[in-house]
């Protein structure tokens, strides 16, 4: 599942403020995880160091996708499902971290949240040339089969089993909050102290800005062009994830029909929720709860947000109202008039 950009509001007298003024950021881009990632150092001189770090937190990216990916043919988890029903799949540390991850997001969202769905996701092909309004008897079938309490873990061995030969998993909704993490231990690691990780919209902050004041993230309009934010969030050293119906769908006869899948109806979500941010340093926190809390709807949403330490959410209605959890209120200041505040 991907996620809509968010956008870093990062403009030059911000990120040359403090006592490193005449020290330009180091900015490189690559590409994996289907999406551009661009990789901002701030404040920092040691421009061997800083390429050091990047090209090692590119390398952990690949080896993170080449075995999660489900769209890799030889990836661990495409092994899992090719076997399913079959045999269990020996897996790396990574790759049975997540899927643990993955399940304890599918207890808590009662199911609204279920790596199992893969297939219900290649049924719809929404975002892909072959996207359509599947027939509602193969999405009765489908769904029959998703059930993350079907995947089996071993942690003594590292296998993962899905019970039958009908399921596959995707870690599409996960898997980035968790490469964000490891990109930020990696910064850590090679002491790097301000930057800045877009993966395709999950958004990595590692620790301040140069002049030690918070960073100002824009969380997207949901209704306009990217680029365009309807509000600024003030934060620390963080993960910040959005959710939203507007990134990826296509239109048949007048309704869009968005990748935002729920596994309990098999059809995209429809709850008057069009995008949710999640902001949280856990990134496979973020990333789960994006999704969860999306299908949830407001009130199941924001009642399982407020039910967790240290995470916190915004919302955005149909009918342009913005709600923020209670400990980010005081963070978030709307900026655009068509928007009010909901709570």
Known sequence: MYKRLIMLILSMSIILSGCNKNIEPVKRQTYALGTIIDFTILGEADKHKVNKAIDRAILRISEIENNMSANIEE??????NRHGGKIRIRVSDDTLYVIKRALEFGEISNGKFDITIRPLIKLWNIGTEKERIPPKEQIHNIIKNIDYKNVE???ETNEVYLKSKDMGIDLGGIAKGYIGDEVRKIFK???I????????????LVGKKIDNSQWKVGVQNPESPRGSHIGILQLDETNIVTSGNYERYFEKDGK???HILDPKSGYPAENG??????????GACADALSTSTYILGLDEGMKLIESLPNVECIMVTEDKRVYSSSGIKDK???TDDNFMIGN
């Open 75 to 80: 990836s661990e988890i495409s092994h899992v």
């Open 153 to 155: 873990i071993n942690d």
């Open 189 to 191: 690691e090679e002491d």
């Open 193 to 204: 102290d301000s930057a800045v990780v877009s993966l395709g919209g999950n958004i990595t």
């Open 256 to 258: 869009r029909y968005h």
């Open 273 to 282: 929720v069009i995008s949710t941010t999640i902001i949280t340093k856990d």
């Open 332 to 334: 978030f200041h709307l």
